[in-house]
């Protein structure tokens, strides 16, 4: 079982920035995939950003030059920095890990208003 915590939400006024945590228990880290989903107020959970183990990043377009997903494999822990915040990117956050199955963390709110 991999244990997911992620930390770093809050709020923020619109143009700023936050970053994201998530660490993953599991000596196999560097062998997950990671990446966050988000759910706004009233909406579905979308896909946000993926890296992979080999360290490649996928975004989705509407956060796409703004955020930057990373990871640290030594300290089994993945980042989401994310700048140039807007209105519509307040949502909880929710991290996954991922290998033969898939694991989730309780998520965490991003709120940006003025």
């Known amino acids: 079982q991999v244990q997911i915590v992620e930390s770093g939400g809050g709020l923020v006024q619109p143009g700023g920035s936050l970053r994201l945590s998530c660490a993953a228990s599991g000596s196999a880290f560097s062998a997950y995939e990671m990446g966050w989903y988000r759910q706004a107020p009233g909406k579905q959970r979308e896909w946000v950003a993926t890296?992979?183990?080999?360290?490649?990043?996928l975004y989705a377009d509407s956060v796409k030059g703004r955020f930057t997903i990373s990871r640290n494999n030594g300290r089994r822990t993945a980042y989401l920095q994310m700048n140039s915040l807007k209105p519509e990117d307040t949502a909880v956050y929710y991290c996954f890990a991922a290998q033969t199955g898939t694991y989730w963390g309780q998520g965490i709110q991003v709120t940006v208003s003025p």
């Open positions: 890296i992979t183990s080999g360290g490649g990043t």
